[in-house]
């Protein structure tokens, strides 16, 4: 280490920026399923999978719901509302 300040504080100041590139360089390179021990990414496949159920149950109850109203309409009956 030098005896001049301007050439610490510059070492220093170099130190900090390699330190920070590598917190950066490890926070791009990390896996969604190992961030933060991948409890969060556990979070997003759950929260996906109940949108896709939610979706798929919607799916089938409005293709039901068309066939109910096919046969009604089959029926002669008027449209219900």
């Given at each position: 280490?030098?005896?001049?300040w ?16 590598s ?18 990414w556990?979070?997003i ?9 939610i979706?798929?149950?919607l ?20 449209p219900?509302?």
């Open positions: 280490m030098s005896d001049n301007v050439v610490q504080n510059l070492e220093n100041a170099l130190e900090t920026w390699n330190e920070k590139l917190e950066i360089w490890t926070l791009i390179t990390t896996t969604p399923q190992n961030f933060k021990g991948g409890n969060i556990k979070v496949v759950d929260i996906n999978g109940a949108v896709q159920a979706g798929l149950a799916h089938h109850t409005g293709r039901y719901a068309r066939r109910l109203a096919d046969k009604w309409h089959s029926q002669g009956l008027p219900c509302l």
